[in-house]
C-alpha cells in the first residue's frame, strides 16, 4: 500500500504532462476525504457521545470503528482505481512499483513489522476462536478486551490511518488539519473545567452518584482517558507559542494554553504532570537554538504556572462549588513552593531577557547548554528514585506533605494499585512458555489470561472490576504481544520522533508532533491503548510525515 502511494504521488506530474489527469484527480479526492477523516477524528471522536458517561467508552470506540471502516473501504477504492488508471496509460508496472518499496522510511517499516508481530500473535494466540464475523463474537484478539476493543482489528485500523495520512494529505489542507486539532481539543477542556467547578451545561452528571464527579468528566469520561488525550495533543500549540512570529495567533495560543492548563491541573490524573514536565524539557533542547526561541519558552512556562495558580485561586474563592482534587493537582495549583518556583523563573526571564537582548550573546552558540539540560532533567528522577527507595525500605517512616500520598511507598498499592498489576504482570510473563515470550497472548488478550491464571488475585484487589490491562502500554505490550511486538511498538515511536525533530529547522509542526509522541510515550508508562488517544498519535505521526515529505 504504501509503495502505491510513493508512486502514486512521486509521478502526479508526470501524469499532468502526458495529459492524463485521472489519476491526480482521484488522488485529490483521497486528499480531501482523509482531510475529512482527520477533522470527525479530532473534532467528532472527542465531543461525541451518547447516554451521558455510562457505556461512553464503548460508545467512543464504535464511532471511531464506524468511521474508521467507512474511511478504509472508500480509501481502498480510490487507491484501486488509481492503480488501474496508472495501469492502462502505463505510469506503473510491478517492476516500479518493487523499486518504490526501497524508498519507505525506517518507521514505515517498523509499523510494517508491528502489524506482522500482531497478525502472528493473533493466530497463534490459544483465545482465538476463529470467529470473524457479527457484532457479537466472542473472539478476543481480534476485537479486544470489551470496552477497549483495543485487538488485531484496532491495530490493523491505527497501521492503516498511519501510511494513509503519511501519503494522502496535500499541504493545503494542512491549515484545516491544525485548525480541527485545536478546535475539538480546545472545546474539551473547556467542558472539562467546567465540571471541575460543578458547572454542567450538557447536563453529563445527571443521574451519577456525586461520589463519581472525579473520576468522570467534559465529553470524554474516565479522567485517565481525559488526561491521555491532553498529553497527546497540548505539546502541538506550545510549539507553536514559542516559534510563531505573528502576535495575534502567538495570542491566540497563549489563551488555548492557558485553558488547557487551567485543565490539566485539575483533571485528577497525575501522570499528566509527569508528562508535562517531559514536554517542557523537550521544548526547552528546541528552543535553545536561538535567543527569542528560549525568551518565548520562559514566557510559556510562566502562562502555565499563571494558570495553575489561576485556577487554585479559584479553587479558594469558589471552595463550596468544586470537585475536590488530589493532593498532587491541589499542590500545583495551590501550593506554596510552586508559587515561589513561579517568581524565580520569572526573575530568570528578566535577567535573561536583559542578556539574550545583548548583540554580542547568541545561545545558540554555547551547543553544551543541552547537556546541562538533560542532565538537570534527570536529577528529579534521581531524587524520587532514592526517596523511593528509602520510603519503602523503612529509611524514612515519617511522611508529610505530598510524602503521605504514598508516592514514594512502593507496594501493591502504588499508584492506583498499579505496584499490584505491574507485579503480577513480570510474574505472569516470568510464567510464559518462550512463544508467548516472543509473540504474546494476543492481542488485548490481558484479561483472558489473567483471569483464568489468576483469578483469586484479580478478585482480591479489583473485586467486581476487571482488570483490562496492565496500566503500562509498554508492559501491557509485552505481555500481549511478546519481546517481538514491544519492541516493534516502542520502535515506532521512536523512529518516528528521531525522524520527525530531526526535521525541525525545516517546520515548526514537526518540533510539536515530536514532542507529542514523546508525551504519549511518557504518559502511558501509566496508562494505556485506548481509542481516545492512540488512533491520535498514530495520526499525528502520519500528519508529520506528510509535513516532512511535502517540504520543497
Known sequence: ?????????????????????????????????????????????????????????????????????????????????????????????????????????????????????????????????????????????????????????????????????????????????????????FVVFVFGILHRFLIDPLGLYEGIDEYYFIYFLSTLGQSTWYSSFMCSIIPIPMALFIYETRNKYRLAYAVYIMIASMSLVTQNSD??????????????????????????????????????????????????????????????????????????????????????????????????????????????????LILAILVTTGYITERTGILSASYFMFDDRWGSQRGFTWRTTMEMYADLPFQNKLIGVGPDCYADYAYEHRFDDMSMVWGGDVLANAHNEWLNSLFTLGIAGVVSYLGIFVSAAYLIASNKKRNILTIGISTCIVSYIVHNFFCYQQVLCTPVIFLLMGFAVSVIRNQK
Open 1 to 185: 500500500m504504501t509503495a502505491l502511494l510513493d508512486f502514486f504521488k512521486d509521478n502526479e506530474i508526470a501524469v499532468k504532462k502526458d495529459e492524463q489527469p485521472n489519476s491526480a484527480f482521484i488522488l485529490n479526492i483521497l486528499s480531501v476525504l482523509t482531510t475529512v477523516y482527520f477533522v470527525m477524528i479530532f473534532v467528532g471522536l472527542p465531543l461525541y457521545y451518547h447516554n451521558k458517561y455510562f457505556d461512553i467508552g464503548n460508545y467512543k470506540y464504535y464511532y471511531f470503528y464506524y468511521v474508521t471502516g467507512i474511511y478504509i473501504i472508500i480509501s481502498a477504492i480510490l487507491l484501486l482505481l488509481s492503480l488501474i488508471v496508472n495501469l492502462i496509460s502505463h505510469n506503473v508496472t510491478p517492476i516500479s512499483v518493487i523499486g518504490i518499496l526501497r524508498t519507505v522510511t525506517l518507521t514505515d517499516k517498523i509499523v510494517m513489522i508491528y502489524f506482522l508481530v500482531c497478525l502472528i500473535s493473533f493466530i497463534l494466540s490459544k483465545y482465538n476462536t476463529w470467529v470473524f464475523f457479527g457484532r457479537n463474537i466472542t473472539n478476543p484478539p481480534l476485537r479486544g478486551c470489551e470496552g477497549w476493543f483495543m485487538g488485531l482489528i484496532s491495530q490493523f485500523m491505527f497501521v492503516y490511518i498511519y501510511f494513509l495520512a503519511s501519503r494522502a494529505l496535500r499541504g493545503n489542507f494542512r491549515k484545516i488539519i491544525l485548525f480541527s486539532i485545536l478546535l475539538g481539543s
Open 271 to 384: 501522570s499528566a504532570f509527569i508528562a508535562l514536565f517531559a514536554v517542557l524539557i523537550m521544548l526547552l533542547l528546541f528552543s535553545v537554538d536561538a535567543n527569542n526561541h528560549l525568551i518565548k519558552y520562559l514566557q510559556l512556562i510562566l502562562l502555565i504556572l499563571f494558570s495553575f495558580r489561576l485556577t487554585g485561586l479559584l479553587q479558594l474563592i469558589f471552595k463550596d462549588h468544586i470537585v475536590e482534587n488530589d493532593a498532587m493537582s491541589v499542590f500545583f495549583s495551590q501550593g506554596m513552593p510552586v508559587l515561589i518556583f513561579m517568581l524565580l523563573i520569572f526573575a530568570v526571564y528578566l535577567l535573561l531577557s536583559y542578556q539574550l537582548s545583548k548583540r554580542d550573546f547568541f545561545i545558540s552558540k554555547y551547543p553544551f547548554v543541552r547537556y546541562i539540560i538533560i542532565f538537570c532533567a534527570l536529577i528529579p528522577l534521581v531524587v524520587y
